[in-house]
């Protein structure tokens, strides 16, 4: 038996079907474990087949995505499931109901239900399989393999650029980080907790949100890399399910306690704070390492309005968005955290910044919101 990470493709389209198997059969470390029509032939095939990742469309014949997650929850099943459908761009409301259901992520096909030019998703989407299927692999105590030990493609399947998993999957551990850098005074109260996040964050933000604590007064703003149009769905869906309110960042928004603000897609998120108190700004100027909204936006933002007064956190996330500005917020006497290498589905985000010495504490998934808590409501 293979110890590539297997791939379930569930789409009606067979071009798509043949489209996205040959985007993973190229790849170096994955494998197409079967593909499907619609979730009930999905549902047969996946104890036959035993797949370590799942890329499911959402409207199909006889059943569609949605119900295909719900049985998918029915039976208790855990493989993961990375959305990629056109309804994800017109129907966000749809796509925030099947992440609720248990979906790890999504991404939205680029021209439609039949995209010629799926290709453009690779970038996106591997990191995702990878991710993903290797946390899932390890749950179940098989065998993850190393890039070096990946089967190697044919000549004619290879892609004329080097294959992008070696960038975020890497054979050896961590670099000991880099000196930390001075800090300039000592931390005080918190003030404000800036979180940035990107490839698994709908998925950990969850995991997060859900353990907060109701009596934490100090306010949260977060930067999930999250296309436009799905932003205010997705707050809406995670104040379904936390103790404070979270909604969509708008201009002007005052910084209050209690409260969660989560950045517009496709807009940076910056605080502005005079005379003490905090207001958000939202524009639309340049991307900023590769991403609108950045972290790196908003934590250089934080540093300069809130210095020793305010707590960041970088989580799962392939790059380093957020990893430099990381460091202005220590240097000012901020608190900061990062998720650990092994609750992270990309451990690129939290590992730059882990390297460049701009982290303080590692901490896993499970925990990040009881440190959170912690270091709000400690007296410094």
Known sequence: MSNEISVLIIDDSAMMRNLIARMVEDTPGLVVAEKAMNGAFALQKIPRVNPDVIILDLEMPEMNGIEFLREWKKQSLKIPVIILSSLAEKGAEITMQALALGASDFIQKPSGSVSMDIHSVKDTLVPMLFGYGTAYRRSQNKMVLTPSEYKPKPAAQQPAHQDISSYFLSPTKPAEPAKSPSQLRRPARTEI????????????????????????????????????????????????????EVKEAEEGDAIQSGRILIAQGNKHLEVERKAGKGVVHLSESPLVSGHRPSVDVLFASIALGYQNSALGVIMTGMGRDGAGQLGNIYKEGGMTLGQDEKTSVVYGMPRVAYELGHVMEQVPLERIASRICEIAKTNR
């Open 193 to 244: 907790i800036a979180i940035g996040v990107s490839t698994g964050g709908p998925d950990a933000l969850r995991v997060v949100f859900s353990k907060l604590d109701q009596d934490l007064k100090v306010p949260i703003v977060v930067v999930q890399h999250m296309p436009a149009g799905f932003t205010n769905e997705f707050a809406r869906s995670l104040n379904r399910i936390c103790p404070l």
